[in-house]
């Protein structure tokens, strides 16, 4: 089975600065997807970004992007210049392609705190 | 519809009753996923959808869960004789193509209906 692990409950970070969210995860798979979603108190998830196994250039959407480390089984979110609608939980989520479906599997996730 | 959409947003029952949760995903979506939210967890699977097929079960907790997909479109998730640790958001989501389809297959996640169980 595989296990996602985000390890910091909790951070905070002052606007316009830069923060990273770690992410680990262990799988035995070769061809597998990692995804960062967002999900404010309204409780709707969305996608953030996402990374391909497959590709060794990290993914980057606007002011967010990922550190993958495939060997360390490492996928981290940075947030560049943050703002204050950055503020939400954050899920680091993994899928894989075995014929059991396309279900994700999520970490515990990470309240991030935006302040002015 | 825009996105997925669940109702009822907040759905509180008493230990022992029944209760239905539905989603509507987006149009044209073959593919539905129920998951459910604990407080403090991330969510976890609990069924996925191809069609109107239940293609994998294998997240339902026990036999008092049930979810149905009739007509390809919208799902009911039904759970009976509800117990105070059924209390949780059970969110919803829905993608264009299912196993086979599109390698990336991106979910589109709906608001979630929060259960409480008293």
């Known amino acids: 089975a595989q296990t996602v692990t985000q390890s910091q409950p909790e951070m905070s970070v002052q606007e316009a600065e830069t923060v990273t969210l770690s992410c680990t995860y262990d799988t035995s798979e070769s061809n597998y997807y990692l995804f960062w979603y967002k999900q404010p108190p309204s409780r709707q998830m969305i996608l953030v970004i996402r990374?391909?196994?497959?590709?060794?250039q990290n993914a980057t959407e606007n002011r967010f992007s990922v550190n993958f480390q495939k060997a360390a089984k490492s996928f981290s979110l940075k947030i560049s210049d943050s703002q204050l609608g950055d503020t939400a939980m954050y899920f680091c989520a993994f899928r894989d392609d075995r014929d059991s479906g396309y279900a994700l599997n999520f970490g515990k996730g990470t309240s991030l705190l935006v302040t002015p | 519809g825009a996105g997925v959409s669940q109702t009822p947003s907040n759905k509180v029952t008493e230990k022992g009753k029944y209760v239905e949760l539905r989603c509507d995903p987006i149009s044209g979506h073959t593919a539905l996923y129920w998951y459910r939210q604990s407080l403090g967890q991330g969510p976890e699977f609990l069924i996925y959808f191809q069609g109107t097929g239940a293609a994998d079960d294998s997240g339902l907790p026990n036999d008092r869960f049930f979810a149905v997909r009739p007509e390809g479109s919208v799902s009911t998730l039904k759970i009976q004789r509800t117990e105070r640790g059924d209390s949780a958001v059970y969110l919803c989501?829905?993608?264009?193509?299912?196993?086979?389809?599109?390698?990336?297959?991106?979910?589109?996640f709906g608001p979630g209906t929060r259960l409480t169980v008293l």
């Open positions: 989501a829905s993608s264009l193509y299912g196993r086979g389809g599109s390698s990336y297959n991106e979910q589109f």
């Open positions: 990374q391909e196994a497959y590709k060794q």
